[in-house]
């Protein structure tokens, strides 16, 4: 079992930064390949970026790909999400995700625990 709490999320200008952090309990959490989605208000969920156990290997969604970077540190059980560049399109509720084996990245029903979201607001 893993639990997931993301934070970092607000309100920023067009071409500004934020970090979003996703901190995972348990002991296995170097285990597990971590992915960020997001879902803006009528919108089915997409893809973000995805990163596997050990941090060797990234995936981006083409849309975020040269301005968001993800990125983990086992050692303190947390995913992160640097975005920067944000457009008020990247406006969204931000969830990460865990998955044991990082089959199909960008594919949601992969992942097998999900955290609550954290709100991403860019204005224009």
């Known amino acids: 079992q893993v639990q997931l709490v993301e934070s970092g999320g607000g309100l920023v200008q067009a071409g500004g930064s934020l970090r979003l952090s996703c901190a995972a309990s348990g002991r296995t959490f170097s285990s597990y390949a971590m992915g960020w989605f997001r879902q803006a208000p009528g919108k089915e969920r997409e893809f973000v970026a995805a990163?596997?156990?050990?941090?060797?290997?990234?995936y981006y969604a083409d849309s975020v790909k040269g301005r968001f970077t993800i990125s983990r540190d086992n050692a303190k059980n947390t995913v992160y999400l640097q975005m920067n560049s944000l457009k008020p399109e990247d406006t969204a509720v931000y969830y990460c995700?865990?998955?044991?084996?990082?089959?199909?990245?960008?594919?949601?029903?992969?992942?097998?625990?999900w955290g609550q979201g954290t709100q991403v607001t860019v204005s224009s």
């Open positions: 990163i596997s156990w050990n941090g060797g290997n990234t």
């Open positions: 995700a865990a998955q044991l084996s990082l089959k199909r990245p960008n594919t949601p029903s992969s992942y097998d625990y």
